[in-house]
């Protein structure tokens, strides 16, 4: 179930990283409803790591590139087919991480890739930062968006299981266990579910689960927050490896205990 990509540098840090949806699969997904796409085409979509660039210049730590191939096209790491897996994934990462015995693990990634860094970063004993990008929180609210006609590939015409991938985040059994990891969120105010992670920092306080939020004020959506603003991603992210912010003032503003504003770029 855990396949991906694993780049060892020695370190007892690892960054896992996952993957967002790539243009080409979604532009695919109706070809593959319909079955003139085979599983192999799929699987070499999904080997086009993204955030290669990041690893490259940190070097110094290892990386975990995490596929999400299910569902045969995704499945925000959680969902395949009609079926939750997040917790067969879930154990097959926490093997993962003793079996090579990291003491620091951050979660990384943006969009649906960002869903699946918060969901692990909740469950995960062992995750110790997460650091989510515009993601996902109502999870089947935005496969109605993305793909209304093929939804089957993800809920199987399963209209209760539909409502729980919905409503994931919000259940209780997520939160059995208090997690212990920092997390920390990017969005902005243009985002399609800016509205939804405002609703969902208020419910985890209400878990007693604090997280940080960096708030972009400009006027791009969804994906060119995260295209247009890849410095202050790779600040952030190499700040959380070094434990510290020195390069996050440099692109925010703190104004409060747990929210920033991004500085005019």
């Known amino acids: ?57 940190v070097n110094h730590v290892d990386y975990l590139f995490i596929q999400d191939h299910f ?20 154990i097959e990462i926490s093997q993962f991480i003793q079996k090579y015995h990291y003491k620091k693990v951050i979660a ?31 999870v089947a609210d935005y496969i109605n968006t993305l793909c209304p006609n093929e939804k089957s590939l993800f809920f199987a015409n399963d209209a209760i299981f539909e409502q729980k991938v919905n ?37 985890l306080r209400q878990q007693n689960v604090q997280s940080t939020i960096f708030l972009n004020r400009g006027n791009e959506r969804h994906t060119r927050l995260v295209n247009q603003y890849t410095p202050f991603i790779f600040s952030v992210l190499e700040d959380l490896i070094q434990g510290e912010k020195r390069q996050i003032v440099q692109h925010a503003v703190e104004i409060g205990a747990d929210s920033y504003i991004l500085k005019a770029e």
């Open 1 to 57: 179930m855990l396949h991906g990509k694993h780049f060892q540098n020695g370190s007892d840090t690892l960054v896992i990283v996952f993957q967002n949806a790539a243009k080409p699969l979604n532009d695919a997904i109706p070809a593959i409803y319909n079955d003139e796409i085979d599983q192999t085409q799929v699987s070499e979509m999904h080997a086009r790591y993204t955030w290669i660039k990041f690893a490259e210049r």
């Open 167 to 203: 409503n994931l985040f919000f259940s209780p059994q997520i939160y059995q266990q208090k997690p212990s990891c920092k997390i920390y969120f990017y969005t902005g105010l243009q985002d399609i579910q800016f509205a939804d992670l405002l609703e969902y920092r208020t419910f």
């Open 71 to 90: 569902s045969k096209v995704y499945g925000w790491y959680f969902i395949d087919s009609g079926k939750m897996i997040y917790e067969e994934l879930n």
């Open 108 to 138: 990384f990634g943006s969009s649906k890739g960002g869903t699946g860094a918060l969901l692990y970063g909740l469950i995960n004993p062992f995750i110790t930062d997460v650091f989510s990008l515009v993601p996902q929180i109502r």
